[in-house]
């Protein structure tokens, strides 16, 4: 584990400086870039799709993806939404919100583990199966009247400008950091992620691991879906429609091997942050919004091939040891 460890500290480290990098750069380019108020905007902006890579750096790791993330934030969204206004109380709809995350992500990890569907053509029928629900529990409208004791609970401030969701996504980050790092469950998803017929040679139940990480994505889903209800205070059921991009493209940067097998909440963490800073530097720049997904895509396949030629030099430096 420690040469894990280290490669996730390097690329860690990497990304770090990218984001300073960055930030430095869109400051020469305008002042205005590097205030408290935008570095907060930057964290916030951050929060909601930072929740989502957390728990899709889950299904990385154990070998598959998550298509479906952005659709089962639209489902909880309404869900919740309807939950609140026929009045039941916050703690009642979140604890409700995170029920229903955890359902849909275990659906996609028996559909994976027990149907032996590729996470791929899984994720992508319960993302058209989950949207059109969300379509189907609201008649395509949107749940109005939010109370207001809910959107205090998730959207009220904490000190000046910085709202709870962000001590939100610090707790689902400290949480899914210490399950990854610290415990017999974690080993066992770097396990079946990087050689899933080794693993189950070494007793490790491999379909429960992995419907615990599609949990757990689901789980996180929902989190972020019960954050923009709160900010927003309606619940549309388009809700999250390519959320799933940022959310890969967070995760890939922060150095989660598509492949499986390896990754870690800090690394996603920062690569949350650093696609938070670049698409408001693109904004405070001028640069058409329309451009955010041209760069996202860019910025998915660029991660994707430094894990190629960062295997190749592993692979080189291997054989001359």
Not at 128 to 153: K, N
Not at 260 to 276: D, M, P
Request: proline share 2%; charged share 10%.
């Amino acid at each position: 584990m420690k040469p894990l460890k280290m490669k996730n500290i390097g690329r860690e480290l990497g990304v770090l400086i990218a984001l300073l990098v960055m930030i430095l750069i869109f400051t020469l380019i305008d002042r205005a870039y590097f205030t408290a108020g935008n570095m907060v905007d930057i964290v916030k902006q951050a929060t909601i799709n930072g929740i989502l890579a957390i728990g899709i750096t889950f299904a990385i790791i154990s070998g598959g993806i998550d298509l479906s993330i952005g659709c089962t934030f639209a489902i909880v969204i309404v869900a919740v939404g309807q939950f609140t206004v026929m009045g039941f109380v916050p703690a009642a709809a979140i604890l409700f919100g995170a029920v229903v995350g955890a359902v849909l992500g275990s659906i996609n990890g028996i559909l994976i583990t027990k149907m032996h569907l590729q996470p791929f053509i899984a994720t992508l029928g319960t993302m058209s199966i989950y949207r059109g629900f969300a379509y189907v529990v609201t008649g395509g409208w949107p749940v109005l009247g939010i109370p207001d004791s809910y959107r205090r609970a998730l959207g009220a401030k904490i000190i000046g400008d910085i709202p709870v969701s962000i001590l939100v996504l610090a707790a689902i980050a400290l949480i899914t950091h210490i399950l990854l790092q610290k415990t017999r469950f974690g080993n066992y998803l770097f396990a079946v992620g990087g050689n899933e017929e080794a693993a189950k040679l070494s007793g490790v139940n491999v379909d429960l691991t992995k419907i615990i990480a599609y949990l757990i994505c689901g789980v996180c889903a929902a989190f972020a879906g019960m954050i923009m209800l709160a900010n927003l205070g309606t619940g549309e059921p388009a809700s999250g429609q390519g959320y799933e991009l940022d959310a890969i493209a967070a995760s890939a940067i922060g150095g989660t091997r598509m492949a499986g097998g390896r990754g870690s909440i800090v690394g996603t963490l920062l690569g949350a942050l650093l696609l938070a800073a670049l698409k408001i530097g693109l904004i405070i720049t001028g640069v058409s919004t329309f451009w955010q997904f041209i760069v996202t895509g860019i910025i998915i396949i660029i991660a994707a091939y430094f894990e190629i030629i960062q295997a190749k030099i592993s692979v080189m430096m291997s054989r001359k040891a």
